[in-house]
């Protein structure tokens, strides 16, 4: 049996080293934690280090620590920080942990967070390595379908847009193979889900289709998973170009949808779902940036041995 | 009667919408809040979405909220938040409200708050919007006007220097005609105070006088209210150093001026007041800056509902 | 005798200006203060004037009020200030200081820290004007020596590296005198220590050695104090080249030293430490920057006059 002991001064790095159950006690805990507030973290202290910017995952986690009453050091992008002066990570990383009791880091290339877990004392949280991981958005996109569905288990999830380098589907992919989830993946071919990913999915016998129709994947779907193209991850400004209007959700193409189909996003969206959308009912792609303040506050309290006063 | 039920949850976009008995009840509960501190907001946060670089607002509402015990999440600048991604101000609200009990929003471009406050369901405080309206900038003005000359109503008040973009002096103005006071405005003619305003005043009913001589409109002044040429609100470098330096304020012309003038600035100050005027007894532009703690914690309180403890 | 009262209120600007005995004060403070965690600065607010980036100094810093429950506002880079408005820094720090209880002050300006102790009536600490002084840096490097080698009197301490502009050094070979510590200075020709410091040391009576050779002064050493070459201090980017890599410690080198020596160095470093050190037991640069946060907590509590609920 899960208890809160297993998340004691544990890393974050990536959503395969989380057991279905375990997954499941974090949701748990996220109810319980969404209306806490006071003084649990008083004299906590968590770092933030962003080698690059974000506002959705690094605000959302300041203000979990803000409502527990914890405090909040570090930056929010790498000029700012000592890699200026020739700094490597691994130092940056020796240093603040000295600082803090939890590592929260971003950043561009992939692998970093393990490599500052390798160096911290302390638990590491990835809040992003480039295209590769960013478990905690995982962890907030699944219990926002658990919450806007009642259950994860055998929905069907349809996932559209840039699924080459959008982190957030190559984590939630993953970890919905725990959940017996049937996945369609809609992209362009440029854009598709990476083949290792893929072989994964085939090797632990998932089924999936992949589709570039949008309007022919929308009237299956419980969850429509929408993504943004994102232009940070191009180097050729006219690859993103080409791609970045591939699909856009609007009300015409919802018509076609069950009236229940849960809209999700990551955030922040630019053209692919038009603002028309907004409105429906089941648009819940703001509320799940919400429930990442409850997610998150649950996390850190369970890695910092914090949440057993309120589990 | 005014009391503090009247500000709980309520957005705080221009001066027009408070009444003279409910800016008379803010400065008076800015009276009781200066020397709280300590816990009364623990675990409530604000965001502070600075879209523009601003030290003082900033830093104030954010001194407000530590002496209080609360939280502040945010960012300083646009190019660390997540509209480098292409993001709408909507959405940013729109998800940033989720994580907070209270929005202070500065942008660059006017009517950007009152957007914020339509798609946000907590507070909004517009921190400046463009060269449009600064609300808690004019509060600050009137309690260090009631504080430094011990009243408001009927005092002559002479504002000089950049009158058409200053938008510190366009809300003051504005919300002094509820207090009787006789206003002078001293600026070059293509610095005048927009027409759109002296046809406001007008229509009010309110006398004022325009002159373009500084040392003239000195010898009635009960307070002087001067401001700086704001660089960054002019496209042409040439027409900004053309008025750079119309009006500096120096001790020869304080020397025509009342004993007990009170001198005021919205600060920074450049050229347009001499240091040698800082050690005037009523030199109270820095006072005037410190006393945004006071008022803004009282603004913080009454708006999240915490201040009935203090009142 | 030094009591807690004899730090209350003071400015911090240079090391110079504290007795032996009140060093060793504040670092018998640090060793009590190093667990305390809690709320002994509720409501508290300490402001981060950061004219120049520092991940070390400002984190550690913040770390240290937010373990001991107080809040920071501030700035970590001059771009987000007033400055870029054209204030001046006396202006900014008679404005901040209004917020706040306690200033850090980081500024790339000679003098700058004095200044600011001049125009505010809370206490300074500087964090850092140019290549002048720093002196939290040396309270920690004198705690970390202590705490290292068990004393500081008498003990033989190599610096190498960038004498010239590394403020660290300045200061704490400055302050080593009143530990009849034997000082050997290990630099190329063009960054040895400044004269007007190798003129004090000679006035005091200092006895000191001057060297180009790291492996030759090695095998004496208690303490090896390396540094970085600084390349934000050079304006020609060719002498920086020239000297970056003058000095690199390795495993080589250091078996010609003594197996209890103590490495430190302010960090970042680059070049100058081989990683393959970094598993030296005594390797303690690491924990030299960990040690601040403790030295930081008992500073502040002091100056602030709350430290004696701990002490």
Redesign the interface.
């Known amino acids: 049996m899960v208890t809160a002991r297993d998340f004691l001064g544990r890393d974050v790095l990536t959503v395969g080293e989380f057991r279905r159950d375990e997954l499941l006690f974090l949701l748990d805990a996220a109810d319980k934690f969404e209306r806490v507030?006071?003084?649990l973290l008083?004299?906590?202290?968590v770092?933030t280090l962003f080698f690059e910017?974000?506002?959705?995952t690094r605000?959302?986690f300041?203000?979990a620590?803000?409502?527990?009453?914890?405090?909040?050091?570090?930056?929010?992008?790498a000029?700012?920080?000592?890699m200026?002066?020739?700094?490597t990570v691994?130092?940056?990383v020796?240093?603040?942990q000295?600082?803090?009791d939890l590592l929260l880091l971003r950043h561009p290339k992939e692998g970093t967070a393990r490599l500052a877990a390798e160096f911290a004392d302390i638990p590491v949280v990835n809040c992003g390595d480039g295209a590769h991981q960013h478990p905690t958005q995982t962890f907030v996109d699944l219990y926002t379908i658990r919450r806007e569905c009642g259950r994860i288990d055998g929905l069907k999830i349809v996932f559209a847009g840039d699924l080459r380098y959008g982190r957030a589907v190559h984590s939630l992919v993953h970890v919905l193979t725990q959940f017996k989830a049937h996945v369609t993946l809609v992209a362009p071919d440029f854009l598709r889900l990476p083949q290792e990913q893929l072989r994964a999915l085939d090797e632990m016998g998932v089924e999936y289709r992949e589709m570039e129709d949008l309007e022919a994947a929308v009237p299956e779907a419980d969850v429509l998973y929408m993504t943004?193209v994102?232009?940070?991850r191009f180097t050729d400004p006219h690859e993103y170009l080409k791609f970045r209007d591939a699909y856009t959700l609007d009300l015409k193409i919802l018509r076609r949808a069950k009236p229940e189909i849960v809209i999700l996003h990551p955030?922040?969206?630019?053209t692919e779902i038009a603002?028309e959308v907004d409105n429906h009912p089941h648009a819940a792609y703001?509320?799940q940036?919400?429930y990442?303040?409850a997610v998150r506050k649950a996390l850190i309290a369970l890695l910092l041995g914090h949440a057993e006063k309120v589990l």
Not at 71 to 77: K, Q
Not at 79 to 82: A, D, F
């Open positions: 507030t006071g003084t008083a004299g906590r202290v770092a910017p974000s506002t959705r605000l959302s300041e203000s620590v803000g409502r527990l009453g914890g405090s909040c050091i570090g930056f929010a992008e000029g700012i920080s000592s200026a002066k020739g700094e691994a130092d940056t020796r240093v603040v000295g600082y803090c943004r994102q232009q940070e955030l922040p969206r630019v603002t703001f509320r940036a919400h990442g303040v």
